[in-house]
């Protein structure tokens, strides 16, 4: 029993808080706690909601055009359930880890602990392959994403260059989140990103009610199996934010209290996805179908060009995000991650920025790679391992009884805790990887096959000169409301 008290106390504290407490603070070392060193319940909830929503925010609209409204409501509230449980059996596992290894008197100082250490520790190397394997190109192209969305972003307030150059300009800018140590350091970048999403989905909500339907509108979706799929499988995406969460959690003083923080962050982001994606779906329709960002259909003001603002910086905190799990995972493969010096931390982390950038110039397909990361990846790096993770991990009746976090007993205990691990990974196989991975890549390849790869300005509308000979091609683009001019597409 004493032993329990001990690691108990460990866990639920942090070693940097304990050492330090009861110390005299000056003012500098207030402030550099209240701005950068978070480590709180409130923090936690911050990044998983800021984490969660980004750039997928202007897709959304996107993906409801390809499911239509009924369906595109009914997905994010199942999906949004289906992540908050997955990131529930996460923490669990990572609780589980932590103890066992503080049992043996490990110390986790200098060290942060990732999902494939815990697979590790819980289930051996097998485990931590795939689990290595998935997570780091998730990350990776998780990363790519944001890059992708900043170009596509700023396009849309100066596009005297193309997306591609942007790219190269952006991918210098995000290189600068090799000197954020760790997720304990982003508490004001987290409270402020979740400000600029809030703000740019109310912006897309007000802005085409405001505007109101265009001329003939159409809402046609759904109309293929390939496009239902891929928008099904965007927002499986949009609700797989929590590769992160053992990172999150890890960066917690108290990581006991992490089980229902990623549930309350869908709960509140789901109030900016849903009003949002209805009333661009709503204003647009089919439109949309041809403008993977929101951002292209609404009218050039004042107020959009501050949500696109707004969104490239929060796009820099969630390359930020995704982006420093791959930064441990190469500082410990270099063995440089316990070094304490920052700017050689920062130095040695460089070379990862590099292939993110070049994927982003070969893949600048703005919402198609969305559902094609989130098939291919998203499902078995958040949905489908962590629910093997801890069928296996407590197969067993005694790992049951000894387990540190009993399951919830309002939802059945371990046979229901059983039983939805068992139907989220039989749905999203299904569903996700099968029905959505033949979907997503079938968009994607036409995306290729359309625009092909390298190509400098993905969706931008044509130059002036060459307005003239589209009028002779046999599908013709949606006319725009007339207050639109095609220099705002």
């Known amino acids: 029993m004493a032993t329990d008290k001990v690691v108990e106390t460990v866990i639920v504290g942090n070693y940097v808080e304990m050492e330090t407490e009861g110390k005299p603070q000056d003012m500098k070392t207030k402030l550099s706690n209240f701005f950068w060193h978070g480590g709180s319940v409130y923090d936690a909830w911050f990044s998983c909601a800021s984490n969660q929503v980004a750039q997928v925010l202007l897709t959304l609209p996107y993906s409801f055009s390809q499911l239509g409204l009924l369906s595109g409501i009914l997905f994010q509230l199942f999906y949004g359930l289906m992540g908050s449980w997955t990131a529930y059996l996460i923490s669990i596992l990572y609780v589980e880890y932590r103890t066992r290894k503080e049992r043996e008197k490990a110390d986790f100082r200098n060290h942060v602990i990732q999902w494939f250490e815990v697979l590790d520790g819980l289930l051996g190397k097998h485990w ?14 998780g990363s790519v994403i944001q890059l992708i969305a900043c170009a596509s972003n700023i396009y849309y307030i100066n596009d005297n260059l193309d997306k591609r150059t942007w790219t190269y300009i952006f991918g210098a800018c995000c290189a600068t989140t090799v000197f954020i140590p760790s997720f304990h350091n982003y508490r004001i970048w987290s409270f402020l990103g979740l400000l600029m999403t809030t703000y740019t989905a109310w912006y897309l909500t007000i802005a085409s009610l405001t505007h109101g339907q265009i001329e003939g509108v159409k809402h046609s979706g759904p109309t293929k199996l390939v496009l239902y799929f891929t928008g ?42 849903l009003p949002s994606a209805s009333a661009v779906y709503w204003a647009f329709g089919d439109m949309l179908l041809n403008h993977s960002n929101a951002f292209s259909l609404l009218p050039k003001s004042r107020f959009r060009d501050m949500a696109v603002t707004l969104m490239l910086i929060h796009q820099f905190i969630t390359f930020g995000f995704a982006c420093t799990p791959l930064y441990f995972m190469w500082e410990k493969l270099i063995g440089m991650h316990e070094c304490k010096s920052l700017c050689k931390r920062a130095a040695a982390r460089l070379p990862v920025v590099i292939p993110i950038w070049f994927l982003a110039i070969i893949f600048p397909f703005f919402g198609p790679i ?15 391992i962590p629910a093997l993770a801890h069928i296996f991990t407590f197969k067993s009746a005694a790992a049951r009884e000894n387990a540190v976090e009993q ?3 309002y939802l059945g205990g371990w046979v229901g805790a059983y039983t939805i691990n068992a139907f989220v990974v039989g749905w999203v196989l299904v569903v996700g990887f099968g029905f959505g991975g033949w979907a997503s890549m079938t968009n994607f390849i036409h995306q290729i096959d359309t625009f092909g790869l390298f190509t400098k300005c993905y969706q931008c509308p044509p130059p002036p000169t060459a307005t003239a ?16 001019h095609p220099h705002h597409l």
Not at 249 to 261: G, L, S, Y
């Open 128 to 141: 931590r392959n795939v689990g290595l394997a998935f997570n780091c190109i998730f990350l990776l192209f």
């Open 232 to 273: 099904a499988t965007n927002i499986l995406y949009t609700f797989g934010g929590h590769a992160v969460t053992v990172e999150i959690m890890h960066a917690m003083w108290k990581p006991q209290k992490f089980k229902a923080i990623y549930l309350l962050a869908t709960l509140y982001v789901l109030t900016l996805t």
């Open 370 to 384: 969305n559902s094609t990361v989130g098939s291919l990846l998203v499902s078995f790096t958040v949905y489908i």
């Open 407 to 409: 399951p919830c007993k």
């Open 469 to 484: 000979p589209l009028l002779n091609n046999t599908a013709p683009p949606p006319q725009p409301h007339p207050h639109f």
